[in-house]
């Protein structure tokens, strides 16, 4: 077992949501089995202000090919206010660690 850590920033941003972003955690040997753990998060709407917060969307997902030392982490973030709709630009940080079984 092999554990990193790591994050993925999201930009300011609006017009959709939730967004998705990936980055790619490199072992040192082969991993069998892999998987993503959220340690933290770090997010607001932008730029900051007093705005009432309706939906916070995260989460974390960790995917390996066969035969390979690199597993990908799929980071999602979503913020939006009461409105239904993704017209407030929000920004923000998913940090997170990967557990994996290496060969």
Do not use: C
Not at 33 to 55: R, V
Not at 56 to 73: G, H, L, M, R, Y
Request: glycine share 10%; no cysteine; hydrophobic share 40%.
């Amino acid at each position: 077992m092999e554990m990193k850590t790591d994050f993925i920033s999201f930009g300011s941003y609006s017009g959709d949501g939730p967004r998705t972003a990936s980055k790619h955690i490199v072992f040192g040997s082969n991993v069998l089995k892999a998987t993503a753990i959220l340690t933290g998060t770090d997010f607001g709407f932008s730029p900051k202000k007093d705005q009432h917060l309706g939906m916070v969307n995260i989460k974390v997902d960790a995917t390996t090919p066969d035969n390979s030392n690199i597993v990908t982490v799929t980071a999602t973030l979503g913020v939006r206010d009461w409105s239904g709709s993704w017209d407030d630009k929000y920004e923000g940080n998913i940090y997170f660690a990967v557990i994996a079984e290496l060969v």
